[in-house]
């Protein structure tokens, strides 16, 4: 299975798009207008020349009333989950204007190592390796609690307080020991728990009430998607 490559563009902002989340890291840097952030409840504020990382899995809604332009890295590099919370050096703003540039100009090469160029100026000094992560998880603890609790719309908060450990630690912990982000490693879960069902001569209905789908459509597309 070939890893998803990071994805370096330039968006414009608008309207609120609605709350929503990735299984990646999502990388912001401003270019234009103010941009601004509802992350997990906290608000944030962007303008030309300020930047945010938000983590896996953390809930986000945008608004620029007068439209905003921001340089947009989608990343799977777990050295991310580190930056969490800092904010890019001043060095950045100028490779962040040339990076823009380049994917407006749609070049081939900035495409391919933009993603490494940023990351190893947003914070040079902590970006050569992910941190350090001590406190152990007992996944089959963890995967027991999620499993009595897949009705719910868990989210990787959910799942981080459980183990004692912010969203970013438990994200970058759960990349490195099962292979997966968080949301990966809890659909599947989902999808175990609804073929046990589905074997046991439940409905479609009561199993995607059961493992957390809003409707059966929706299980059974998830399902189809997996078996693909």
């Known amino acids: ?45 962007i303008g030309a020349g300020q930047g945010l990382v938000i983590a896996p899995g953390e809930h986000h809604d945008f608004e620029s009333r007068a439209g905003a332009r921001c340089l947009v890295l989608d990343s799977h590099d777990p050295a991310w989950l580190g930056l969490a919370c800092t904010r890019p050096s001043a060095h950045t703003v100028s490779l962040a204007r040339y990076l823009a540039q380049a994917c407006i100009a749609n070049l081939p090469r900035t495409r391919l190592l933009g993603p490494a160029l940023l990351l190893e100026a947003w914070a040079p000094h902590r970006s050569a390796r992910p941190p350090e992560l001590r406190r152990a998880i007992d996944w089959g603890i963890l995967q027991a609690w999620a499993q009595q609790h897949l009705h719910a719309e868990l989210r990787v908060a959910d799942l981080a307080a459980q183990v004692h450990l912010s969203p970013a630690q438990f994200g970058a912990r759960c990349l490195q020991e099962q292979g997966q982000s968080p949301m990966a490693w809890l659909r599947g879960l989902r999808h175990q728990q609804a073929r ?33």
């Open 1 to 45: 299975m070939h890893a998803t490559p990071d994805r370096l563009s330039v968006r414009q902002y608008g309207a609120p798009a609605g709350s929503h989340d990735h299984e990646h890291s999502q990388i912001l840097l401003g270019l234009e207008g103010w941009l601004e952030l509802d992350v997990q409840g906290h608000g944030h504020r």
């Open 196 to 228: 046990r069902l589905r074997a046991e001569g439940w409905s479609v209905a009561a199993i995607a009430q059961q493992c957390g789908y809003r409707s059966p459509s929706a299980l059974t597309a998830a399902l189809r998607r997996a078996d693909a």
